[in-house]
Structures are given as C-alpha cells and as structure tokens.
C-alpha cells in the first residue's frame, strides 16, 4: 500500500516550475499541429499553450499592462482515456471579439465556463472568456484554433520581454498557475523592493522578464469513499477512521484528503461533495458484499464523475473485470491450467460437470467474485453424493446429492456468469503466490496461506478462530520479494502469460 500511495502522489504530484518541451507524445503532437503552436509540459500530465495577447495595446489609469500581467490567454490539455483529452483555458478577447469566438466555439461543442473581466477602467476593454471541453486531441485543437481565428490573437512565440520562448507567456489570471521564470539582465533590473514583496507574501517570488511573479498552487484535493450509514457519514474524520494512515500519507505528500461514507440514500449529497474535488480513491469492494447495496448506483456517479473530468481511483468499466475467473481459462497453456474448463451456459456445466467431479476433486469458481465469494470444493463421496465446501461464509462441509449441488450452481450464470471449473490443487495449501498488476506491469508479489481447506501452520495468522464470523478467504498474506517463486512470478511467468490476455 506505501508504494502505492508513493505511485500515486507522484503520478498527481503538484504544479511547480515548468521547463519548455517539445511535444513527445501524439496526443501532444496533434495538439501542436491542430493549433499550429507547440505548448510546455507541465507536472501532472498537464500539456499547456500559450498565447498572449502582444497586439493589444491597453492602459489602466495611465499605467500600460504588459501582455505577461494580465493579457495572456492559454489553454491547458489532459490525456483522460485513450484518444481522450480534456482541455480548460482562458481566452483574452476585446468586446468586438467575443461573439465571433463564441459561435465557434459552441459550433464546435465546447463550453464557455464563464465570461468576465479582470481590469476594470480599461481602455480598450477586455473581456476573459473560460472554456472547457472533452474530446479527441486533434479535433479539439482545431476547433480551438477555428474559434481564436476570429479575434486577431497572435500565434507567435513572441513573450512579453520580446525573445521566442515556445508557448510561454505570463500568467494571464488568478487560476493558470506558474509558469517558466527567465533571468533578468542586470541591466533590466526591476524597480521593485522584491524581498519587502517576498516578505510579505510569505513565499520568494520570480523574476520573470520585466514582471516579478509568485504563485500558490491549491493543493491537490482527493476524497477517499466507503460504505456507511448517515450516522458514520456524519462522524467520519480523517484522523480517526480506519483508514486514518492513508489520509497520513496523502497529507505527507501535501495532498489535501477528505473521507465521504456513501449508501445510496446518501446519492446527493456524496455527488455534490465529489464533484468539487479533483481526484476520488474509491474503497468499496468490486463485488459486494451478500446483504450490502450493491454498486449500481455508486458505478453510475462515478461514471458521471469520471465525465466531468475528475480523477477516479478505478473507473467502473475497469472494476467490472476485477474478480474475474475466467482469465484462469485464458491461460490453461502455461502448465498449471490444462485440466482448466469454462462453462458457457448451464446445459454444458450439467452435462460435463460430473464426469470430472467423478475423476477427482474440483474447485468450481464463478466468474465474479471477492473473498472466496462463490469457490467451491467439490469431490465425490458414496454413491452420487457430494462433499462440498465453499471457500466464504461458515465454511460448512455438507454431502449432497450431485443434482442438489448442480442446481445450486444454476444461480451463478444469471448473477455472475459462466463459472471456471479447475482440479484441486492439493499442493495449494502449501501457499501460493499472489501477483498484483497495473495494466501490463508487475507490481508486487506475496505468499498467501489459503483459509478454507487447511489448518493453518503453528505461527500463522488464523483470522477462522472466531466463530459466526464473515471470514475472508485468505489467512495469512506476507510479502515475499526475496523468494525465488516471486522472482520467477514477476519475470518468467509475468511475461509469459501477459500474451495470453
């Protein structure tokens, strides 16, 4: 979980000093060729283009604003899927200007967020127009281009100070954020007491041409989701609840966490909380738990969450192929799966099922599950009877008639779909190694001790000592970098199985 956290802090991160680049990426490169201007990256995935307005010639009270202070329009770009890129912006334009982009803009199906000023008195006026849009990299950057084709924005490279710097203009308004500082001849000195200004702001600021800049990043801010009631959701502190060293580690990494206990009484108000954040840690099991809501309605927000462009931990197109068994059909060639069968539909489970409990003892996985929701053991005592046993709940063995156990079996192709059936592995109590992926990359290893059908070793963490209790289907878990098993997971049978998928 610590590396986790680290992988994530670090892939969030927060916005600090960006160095001009050359756009690496084709979503960046479609960008810079609909827009017929490269942009900076910047921390966070952020791909930005600037564009600042040197044709305008305005005064406030008699003082000429440079275009870095207050005249530079940009537009910010995020890869959200694939092909996929959000993109928010701020766009100076004079009055006459406004309605001509505007049309464009809605033609092409991005949003105007908000249309105000920031300098009254103005001569001539300007009027800063917010965007915000969804889409293909290309087709977005078109349009956008289409749209500032109708103002007489500029799309050189000239900068404030006058020298070419691909995409870096000053900040044009509260919200865009840092941008590259350059050096101030000695010559160009500013006449400004910088460090009375660095005092009393509390922060060193930069010289940046002929403006000096400080900036103050907000904080990343992330809400972390659960199952509760009203009550816990009222209570729920970060400090106290049982996920309090997350909150820990996120703070640690100066991003800003909040703890939002969801049920679907509580819709509203869960919604209204996380669509004003910017990322959301989901801790809800993919598959619930039996007498607990299911996610229907929590998949659906996340959707909408997840469209509206904020960051969701495990977006529900991916959480609805966690728990799947039938990757252990996919990879039947590797050795260990040979005597590995799916059922498609009940008529083949019931035709071709008992012939292979008969031959010896099966485990029988539907394709969904969590916690040994839904494993069977299953081997042929007397006559055609069965003694089985699920890997979840009390545990119970009974004896049943074959056909009483096949027809409980029924339920699982309606609820879950078409159930793995694999040999019992007798070896498998001795442990078994559990990968852990993110996408096509190992990313930790470790032992685990199967509870169900074993004792565990003298030593070992026996979570089944307390009776009536809902027990998860594993006893003991430990890490197990150092073993060679783990070596073998993370490079042989890794890379073997992957072509499999």
Known sequence: MRSWMMAFASILGLVALALPAQAAESWQQAIASGLGKPGMEMPGGVYRVGLPRTDLKVTLDGVAIKPALALGSWLAFQKVGENQVMVMGDLVLTEDEVNPVMACL????????????????????????????????????????????????????????????????????AGEGPVPARATAPDQALDLDTAAIDQALGRKGKVNGELMTASDPRP?????????????????????????????????????????????????EVRAQLMGMDGVLVWVKPISSPGRNGRGALDELLREVATAGIFVSAHPDVIARMGTKEVLFQTRSLGWGTDTYVYRDLATFEAEFPARVAAGPRVLKRNRGNGGQG?????????????????????????????????????????????????????????????????????????????????????????AATPGRMIPGFSACEPCSNRSGCRRWSTYWLSTAIPCL
């Not at 074959?402 to 609820?415: G, K």
């Open 106 to 173: 809605h033609e092409g199906g991005v949003e105007i967020t908000a249309l105000h000023n920031h300098l009254l008195r103005a001569s001539p006026s300007t009027l800063y127009m917010h965007v915000s849009a969804h889409g293909e990299p290309g087709k977005l950057a078109t349009t956008l281009m289409g749209a500032l084709g109708a103002s007489r924005t500029p799309f050189g490279a000239e900068t404030a100070g006058g020298s070419t710097l691909a995409g870096a203009p000053g900040p044009a308004s």
């Open 220 to 268: 990343f801010r992330v809400v972390l989701v659960w199952w509760g009631d009203a009550a816990e959701r009222a209570a729920a502190q970060a400090e106290t609840t049982r996920l309090k060293a997350i909150f820990a580690a996120l703070g640690r990494q100066r991003i800003t966490a909040e703890p939002a206990v969801w049920s679907d009484a509580l819709t509203r």
């Open 375 to 463: 494993v069977w053991k299953a081997e042929q005592a007397a006559g055609t009877d069965l003694i089985v046993q699920e890997a979840w709940g009390e545990r119970r063995v009974r004896t049943m008639p074959l056909d009483t156990f096949v027809a409980e079996r029924a339920a699982s192709f309606a609820e879950t779909g078409t159930p793995v059936d694999q040999p019992f592995q007798a070896r498998h109590l001795e442990g078994m190694i559990r990968g852990y992926l993110s996408g096509d990359q190992g990313v930790a290893s470790a032992i685990s001790w199967s509870a169900p059908w074993r004792r565990p070793k003298p030593g070992r963490l026996n979570r």
